[in-house]
């Protein structure tokens, strides 16, 4: 079984405009529409048994609009293989209001992004969903590093993290792009190894140029396969959790990327499903 724990869709009717827009802003090809429709089309062809959706909330407005449409439609979502995610946003003001009812409706996490929300990660808001969270046992996952579409600030560094970990100590939090999207150097000396969970979404081989847009404001390439290895093994196997930033990456192109690694048959397992089925508490 494989679990990707980091996807994105979006409403069939803008699914193909917002993509668009993002893959301008990023230079970066996407792989899918951004529809749900194909995002099952990939993941049948990858193998991938059941995938995370990930909604992330740009506005205040849209935090009970988008949860509600997840809670309604989450049992169906399961059946097809999509595990739905609920959302915040830092300005919402009845964070534990709305967490406890995603709480209560059975979505097991929350996607946060700093960039996009405009908040450091370390900021009293930022902070304040993830305590209350955590007080819920419910699953964080935020953005980490840089984002490639917005480079001008890091919303999420690895010292931004840690004083999380230190304030906070969330238990399940997940910090997308292994630790932090390009500031692997950062994450392998000062965040390896701590007590929190990296995705490996957007975070292996090489970026696919957008036609026309070759000219990437900021990294061209991610880690290779042998740094992925080391920095997997430095941080603890069981802390890693297989993703692949679905329209972003190609998932089987992923997944080929981690057999040619030199992580043995059980490391592999416990990054594609083991890590995340008891992070989930699926089954």
């Known amino acids: 079984m494989i679990i990707d724990f980091h996807t994105h869709t979006f409403p069939k009717k803008i699914s193909e405009k917002v ?20 995002l099952l ?26 949860n509600t449409s997840f809670i309604e439609t989450k049992r169906e979502l399961h059946k097809k293989g999509i595990i739905a995610f609920g959302g915040m946003h830092p300005d919402y003001d ?26 450091d990660l370390d900021h009293p808001k930022m902070m304040e ?32 993290v840690l004083k999380i970990l230190k304030e906070i100590s ?52 991610n880690l290779n396969v042998e740094a992925f290895s080391r920095l997997t093994r430095k941080h603890g196997c069981d802390k890693i959790l297989f993703a692949t930033d679905s329209p972003w990456q190609e998932q089987r192109d992923v997944i080929s990327l981690i057999e040619e690694s030199d992580l043995t048959t059980t490391e592999k397992e416990m990054i594609y499903a083991k890590n995340a089925t008891r992070l989930l508490g699926l089954f």
């Open 129 to 160: 969903i993830i305590d209350i969270a955590s007080e819920l046992d419910i699953i964080v996952i935020t953005h980490a590093g840089i984002d490639i579409g917005i480079y001008d600030h890091d919303y999420a560094s690895v010292k931004h």
């Open 19 to 38: 993509v668009n827009n993002l893959a301008k802003e990023s230079c970066t090809k996407p792989f899918t529409n951004g529809s749900m429709n194909e």
């Open 170 to 221: 969330p238990p399940k939090l997940v910090l997308a792009h292994m630790g932090g999207w390009g500031c692997w150097e950062d994450v392998e000396r000062d965040l390896a190894g701590a007590p929190v969970y990296f995705d490996t979404a957007f975070s292996i081989g090489k970026i696919t140029p957008l036609p026309g847009h070759n000219k990437r404001p900021y990294l061209d390439e």
């Open 41 to 66: 089309a990939s993941m049948k062809e990858a193998g991938i048994t059941y995938s995370v959706n990930l909604p992330v909330m740009t506005s205040v407005e849209q935090v009970e609009k988008i």
């Open 94 to 119: 009845n964070i534990r209001g709305e967490l406890t009812r995603l709480k209560n409706a059975g979505i097991p996490g929350i996607k946060i992004h700093p960039a996009y929300q405009k908040y």
